[in-house]
């Protein structure tokens, strides 16, 4: 049982690249979720899916795109990666029911 | 809409004191309030969670009390190790979404 599970670990991308991070989870859980952390602002939603199909904004969706693939994958996309768009992001997915989240290990990413 | 104030950092304890971060938070309604932890490059793991009011979470000597009349969580532990070393975040989950609001965090370091 890996959790939640997320690739890269480490992304270096210039400006106007695009990339897609990589998110899958082994709980069965429905709800999953990305968040971005940067210091000094705790973690913020960009986008969230509390189901396979359907998928919502959170507070900072701009320059995101996201895919609900299944039930399990969850991916990230960035169109055109832009210098403000360098920070840790996080997956992270809940049970049905339940309040409490778990996380994945994050990307560390940085757009030159 | 929901918002958490955690007290800001760092903090610098020598092994064995007294640990206590301030929580507070603003919301609707009865959320469910929660702390989390994240150690030196890893993901956030839950810590402890209380689901109503005068409820207590515990967890590896650490309690946190939700205080609704003065809209409070805070973090206390009596004896801090270094391995508590670490950023400690507030959460608050409210309303139909499940969406967790986090506070900015605040780093704990012990030493020996």
């Known amino acids: 049982n890996a959790g939640v599970t997320q690739t890269p670990k480490f992304q270096v991308l210039k400006t106007g690249q695009s990339m897609t991070l990589q998110c899958a989870q082994d709980?069965?859980?429905?709800?999953m979720y990305w968040y971005r952390q940067d210091p000094g602002m705790g973690l913020r939603l960009i986008y969230y899916?509390?189901?396979?199909?359907?998928?919502d904004k959170g507070e900072v969706p701009n320059g995101y795109n996201v895919s609900r693939l299944n039930k399990r994958e969850f991916s990230l996309r960035l169109e055109s990666a832009a210098p403000s768009q360098t920070s840790v992001y996080f997956c992270?997915?809940?049970?049905?029911?339940?309040?409490?989240?778990?996380f994945g290990p994050g990307t560390r990413l940085t757009v030159t | 809409g929901n918002s958490v104030t955690q007290m800001e950092g760092p903090v610098t304890l020598s092994e064995e004191a007294f640990l206590t971060i301030n929580c507070t938070y603003t919301?609707?309604?009865?959320?469910?309030l929660f702390w989390y932890v994240q150690y030196p490059g890893e993901g956030l793991q839950l810590l402890l969670k209380?689901?109503?009011?005068?409820d207590k979470g515990s967890n590896k000597g650490f309690e946190a009390t939700y205080r609704k009349e003065t809209t409070s969580f805070h973090l206390e532990k009596g004896s801090v190790q270094v391995s508590d070393s670490a950023v400690y975040f507030c959460?608050?989950?409210?309303?139909?979404?499940?969406?967790?609001?986090f506070g900015k965090g605040t780093l704990l370091t012990v030493n020996p």
């Open positions: 209380a689901t109503k009011a005068d």
């Open positions: 899916s509390a189901s396979e199909g359907t998928t």
């Open positions: 959460a608050l989950s409210g309303g139909s979404n499940y969406k967790l609001t």
């Open positions: 919301a609707t309604g009865y959320p469910s």
């Open positions: 992270a997915s809940r049970t049905e029911g339940d309040y409490e989240q778990y």
């Open positions: 709980m069965n859980h429905n709800s």
